[in-house]
């Protein structure tokens, strides 16, 4: 199986920044996408931002020029750079990975969720 280990949510000032990190590791042959995904009390869990394997990225409207996805495939970790943060984009922040999972012989296509990281922004 596969496990996804995030880190580095936390307190923050509006303004400030942090930096989240989320590494894959289990039974892993390969990486398709990566992504960060953020859930508000009482909303529904929406999609922050995605990285393929190739590097091409895409953002939520919300966050396009505060927030930098990337990710380091001989790690297989994902990062959520967040800058200029507002007190709306306090969530828990999952990380999500779209892998080839290999079972013996067999490789298979499976998704994994992290457990969650508390992102808070208040003064």
């Known amino acids: 199986q596969v496990q996804l280990v995030e880190s580095g949510g936390g307190l923050v000032q509006p303004g400030g920044s942090l930096r989240l990190s989320c590494a894959a590791s289990g039974s892993i042959f390969s990486i398709n996408n990566m992504g960060w995904y953020r859930q508000a009390p009482g909303k529904q869990r929406e999609l922050v931002a995605l990285?393929?394997?190739?590097?091409?990225?895409n953002y939520a409207d919300s966050v396009k020029g505060r927030f930098t996805i990337s990710r380091d495939n001989a790690k297989n970790t994902v990062y959520l750079q967040m800058n200029s943060l507002k007190s709306e984009d306090t969530a828990v922040y999952y990380c999500n990975a779209d892998c080839w999972i290999t079972q013996g012989i067999s490789k298979m296509r499976r998704t994994y969720w992290g457990q969650g990281t508390q992102v808070t922004v208040s003064s």
């Open positions: 990285i393929t394997s190739a590097g091409s990225t």
